[in-house]
């Protein structure tokens, strides 16, 4: 057993040391890539480009979901879903779901989601199976990062060249799907602004330190954060909500053993549907705030937000506990916060 561990770790190492390797040469292609191009470039690569299939998208599958019911599977490939009863309509608002590595649409956090956001904002839920390329090595999935976000972005155009607006747009991304959701938004920018992206905990391996402005994105980009090891240090989303010990770890990985502080920021964006998860008004002493700080009205809570409020931009702290569903009550975050 202690071998196998030592093994493991062996392995971590060496998987950190080639993406720090392939870093800095990314590092140095993402320069290029993150200059904005003139309008001009960008109607051309957008709007007149004959749109790109990807060999990636052969692998990939939308499920789309209505009233939290499955109406429809299809091959991200063929782009006639849309005439084959998925039940969604262009008039409804449309939900996009982005899971992470060694992941897929049929994880128990995928489709509690897609439960939570059928209930809460209603509209078509579609969720996007990459998972055939998701379970291989993180290297692997890495270097075709930028293949999968150019995929999803000509699903997306699909569904825009279909009637559906970006306007009743929203993106979900955990981990790995996070990064995508913020480069396939940047992707559509300023053509086809998404009017919300919401992040949990941005994968952070091979993405930082390149400081990418994920609030260009889309019209309202708030991130959640609450791991140190696998999350993202790159706080530039209009809002960025610090879970936990400073958006660092989760207490409640005491308890919860299986997830870890990384896995645990999906569970507590999906319990936030249901149970307040309330704000502080100052950034706790032990905390460093990267970002600008929030002005918090009183009683503030987060999670989806059906009307973003954009009086609430900046960086948001908010304490979990120690068991489910990891909310605090008023009462124990006064506590907190007399503390100080
Ligand atoms: C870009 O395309 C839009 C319509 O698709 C057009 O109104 C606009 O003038 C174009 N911008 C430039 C700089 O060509
Ligand atoms: C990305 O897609 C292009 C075109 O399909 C392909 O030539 C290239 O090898 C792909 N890149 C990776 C890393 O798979
Ligand atoms: C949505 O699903 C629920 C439960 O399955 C059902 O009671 C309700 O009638 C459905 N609503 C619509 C509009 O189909
Ligand atoms: C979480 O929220 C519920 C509902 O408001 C509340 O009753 C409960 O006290 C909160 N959790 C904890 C640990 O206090």
Redesign the pocket.
Known sequence: MLIHIRFLRLNLFILLLLVYKTNSKLNLKYGILRRTPN??A??ESI?FRPRTKYDVQKTMRLMFYKNNTKTLEASAFDEDYLQRGSGCSPSDKFAIVLHGWIQSCADEWSLALIDRLSFYRGGCVICIDYSVIASTSYMRLYTNFENVTGAIVTIILTLIKNGFDVKRGYMFGFSFGGQLASAVGRSLAP?HMMQSIDTCDMAGPGFDPIAVDHSKAGKHVQCFHSSRDKGTFVYSCHRNIMLGSCGLAQPSVASQLHLGSHGLCVDIYINAFDYPFCALNTTPSECIAFQKVAKIPADYTVGYEENFDNRVTGQIFVPTSLHYPYNLSKKELKLLAGKR
């Open positions: 309008l001009a960008r109607n709007s053509q």
